[in-house]
């Protein structure tokens, strides 16, 4: 694959997981690596999030650039350690050809700069962020849309606790939500910093219309990347914990009209079995609804081509 060319809009997905990297026998197909997603779009290198997929990612970057220089873009939707912690390992880094634009929005009162160069400080890591030798960038976009060369993005912020956003990526082929880490606004559990002062009449307006406000930002989607981690059954037990339930993000792969959803942020409870289970019981919810909408689990190594 060429950056520079922008015939089509690819999709590559690396990482799968939530919470924790689950290598082992059980994980092989589907993959056992966190969060990361890498996008070949209108010439631009777009990465999304830096779980431990995206060290693989960095080694095949190395070895189809060799001694070309790599220009890409990272946009981190939260800091939770699973969507940062790959980031050490990224061996583009480590390069000083090599230019890394990070994109995301402060996830504490430090900032997302200060995280990441936390998670390298001594004594948890051996080399310093500032240390690196590749040219890294962070930037906060000022605005929740903005352009990285002729993409657009759009970030919205999601329900999950701390800050967290999504994001639609919209390329001249076609458009990529991605969507890790949201709970469904259904549940009424809202992670706002202030929803505790909100009495239960107010929350489920507000979750109501979060909800619509949602369903316009997925709208006629080509491929949604989104958070089903639990059963709807597990999810029964884990309300308010910040993530999804399979009938869940059908509704709202249905509601958005979105051509192809891939269920993301794999338990590390389930095993491959268990995920092949999760993806049966969704297409056939899907198929129930009379769509032409395409469901599939997220599996490492997987590519996506719109266009
Ligand atoms: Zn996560
Ligand atoms: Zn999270």
């Known amino acids: 694959m060429s950056a520079a060319s922008g015939s089509s809009t690819r999709l590559k997905i690396w990482g799968v997981r939530g919470s924790i990297p689950v290598p082992g026998l059980g994980t092989v197909r589907y993959g056992g690596n966190t969060s990361c997603i890498e996008i070949r779009a209108d010439g631009e290198l777009i990465v999304l999030d830096a779980g431990s997929g995206i060290r693989e990612l960095g080694l095949a970057l190395e ?11 990272l946009l ?13 390992f990224f061996v583009p880094s480590y390069n000083d050809k090599n230019q890394i634009r990070i994109f995301g929005f402060n ?19 051996p080399v310093a962020l500032y240390d690196l030798p590749g040219r890294i960038q962070f930037e906060t976009p000022a605005s929740m849309d903005f352009k990285i060369g ?19 990526i919209l390329t001249s082929k076609g458009s990529i939500a991605y969507l890790p880490d949201h709970e469904p606004y259904e549940a009424f559990k809202l992670h706002s910093a202030k929803s505790h002062l909100l009495s239960p009449e107010q929350t489920q307006k507000r979750a109501r219309e979060d909800r619509v406000e949602l369903v316009k930002f997925l709208k006629d989607s080509d491929i949604l990347i989104l958070d089903s981690q639990y059963t709807d059954e597990e999810y029964q037990s884990h309300v308010g914990w910040g993530h999804g339930s399979l009938t869940a993000a059908i509704s709202l792969a249905l509601d958005a009209s979105v051509r192809k959803l891939v269920l993301f942020h794999h338990d590390p409870t389930h095993d491959d079995d268990m995920i092949d289970k999760m993806v049966k019981t969704a297409q056939k919810i899907a198929a129930k609804s009379e769509s032409y909408l395409e469901v599939e689990g997220a599996r490492e190594g997987a590519e996506v081509t719109i266009g």
């Not at 070895?63 to 873009?73: A, D, M, T, V, Y």
């Not at 996830?107 to 890591?125: N, R, V, W, Y």
């Not at 993005?153 to 639609?168: D, K, L, Q, S």
Request: glycine share 12%; proline share 6%.
């Open 63 to 73: 070895k189809e650039f060799g001694s070309r220089p790599i220009n890409l873009s």
């Open 150 to 168: 002729k993409v657009r993005i759009h970030a919205r912020r999601m329900n999950h606790p701390g800050i967290c956003v999504g994001y639609r």
């Open 107 to 125: 996830g504490t009162d430090s900032g997302l700069q200060e995280i990441l160069k936390g998670q390298m400080a001594t004594p948890f890591f």
């Open 76 to 88: 981190i939707t939260h800091v939770h350690w699973d969507h940062i912690q790959g980031f050490p």
